[in-house]
């Protein structure tokens, strides 16, 4: 009979890293982590799941290397990096799901503006 030796499981990665090390954009896409919807209004309300509006903001999380030029061949750099807070279009992008996490993935043509 063989013995089963005990085994210690393998340390999880943080969700944070693990998403963004298995989500490499490519060309000009920009991994998105939208913002949390808003629960309750400022003046105490309560918003029901069905009265949500889904956010347009988030916070960028990968960011691909850049579309090339058709004329020139040039690879022209992201307007955006990791860790901005960006504003996109209400109907841009793919919404995909990453260790449990729902993201979306967009054009830099999507994204609309910079949050200072």
Do not use: C, F, H
């Amino acid at each position: 009979m063989a013995t089963k030796s005990a085994r210690k499981p393998a340390p999880k990665a943080a969700a944070k890293s693990a998403t963004t090390s298995t989500l490499v954009p490519l060309e000009d896409r920009v991994v998105v982590r939208p913002a949390e919807p808003l629960m309750v209004t400022a003046s105490g309300l309560v918003i029901p799941d069905s009265a949500k509006e889904l956010p347009q903001e988030g916070d960028v999380l990968a960011v691909g290397p850049g579309k090339r030029s058709d004329q020139t061949g040039e690879l022209i750099p992201m307007g955006v990096s990791v860790g901005d807070r960006v504003v996109y279009s209400k109907y841009g992008g793919t919404e995909i799901a990453s260790n449990g996490e729902d993201l979306l993935v967009v054009s830099a043509r999507d994204i609309l503006a910079i949050v200072n």
